[in-house]
């Protein structure tokens, strides 16, 4: 071996050894990414199922059940593969799609007969902890997704407020010597917090649908991390 070739040679290991930990800490961090984003899918597919069982409550109390509605959450139930037990919704839901718009409008108003008209709903906040705490990972992630993670985080934040809003005007309804009036004007913002909330869990949903792969099984293939 001529001495140029040994010069080579040490060269190239000095270059591997100053490079390693940059390779080994690249690799590290793509992994880290894609763990994380399949844990996120994760996330927002049980979020997506708790938003569209609250938006059934708003909509029968205050909204319009139409198919619609029925068939949105049937394709997401269909796709749903989280701890939830999901079957008797499916089998529910099937019938009520067979209904026309006549039958459709009486099941909607036998639903809001069934609640109390004056009664508030019990909305909850929503904590997308695994998102928040991984945000700076969210670089990894193709621009595009990661403008959907963050709108659904920007919409998330505008429904926990109407959820305070919505709580301030139940209790303000049912202070003691408030004139009927005030009770009213306290119910109509009440209603509208609901419907607030219900139109903000449209989008988060519409979101989720955006990024969510069609195939579950999909997760590992669909990791798209920038290079």
């Keep these: 071996m001529s001495l140029i070739d040994n010069m080579l040679l040490i060269l190239l290991g000095w270059l591997l050894g100053l490079f390693a930990p940059i390779i080994v800490g690249v690799i590290k961090d793509n992994g880290e990414a894609k763990a994380t ?15 569209l069982l609250m938006l059934y409550k708003i909509e029968v109390k205050y909204g319009d059940l139409n198919s619609d509605f029925f068939k949105l959450a049937q394709d997401i139930f269909i796709k749903y593969k989280g701890v939830n037990s999901i079957d008797s919704l499916l089998k529910t839901i099937g019938p009520l799609l ?26 909850k906040k929503i904590s ?7 945000l700076p990972l969210l670089t990894r992630f193709d621009p595009i997704l990661r403008g959907h993670l963050l709108e659904i985080k920007t919409h998330v934040g505008f429904m926990n407020a109407t959820v305070d809003d919505s709580r301030y005007y139940f209790r303000l309804s049912f202070q003691n010597n408030i004139s009927k009036e005030n009770y009213e004007i306290a119910h109509i913002n009440m209603v509208n917090s609901y419907k607030t909330y219900a139109s903000q869990a449209r989008v988060v949903i519409n ?17 798209i991390l920038i290079e």
């Excluded at 844990?39 to 199922?49: C, G, M, N, P, S």
């Excluded at 067979?98 to 019990?122: H, V």
């Excluded at 997308?128 to 991984?134: K, M, R, V």
């Design 98 to 123: 067979k209904l026309n718009t006549e039958e459709m409008a009486a099941y909607s108003q036998l639903a809001r007969e069934q609640n109390l008209p004056d009664s508030g709903l019990e909305l």
């Design 207 to 223: 979101f989720i649908n955006k990024i969510l792969p069609k195939e579950r099984k999909q997760y590992n293939q669909n990791i």
């Design 128 to 134: 997308l902890s695994l998102l928040e705490s991984n």
């Design 37 to 51: 984003k399949i844990a996120l899918f994760t996330e927002l597919q049980e979020l997506q199922y708790r938003l």
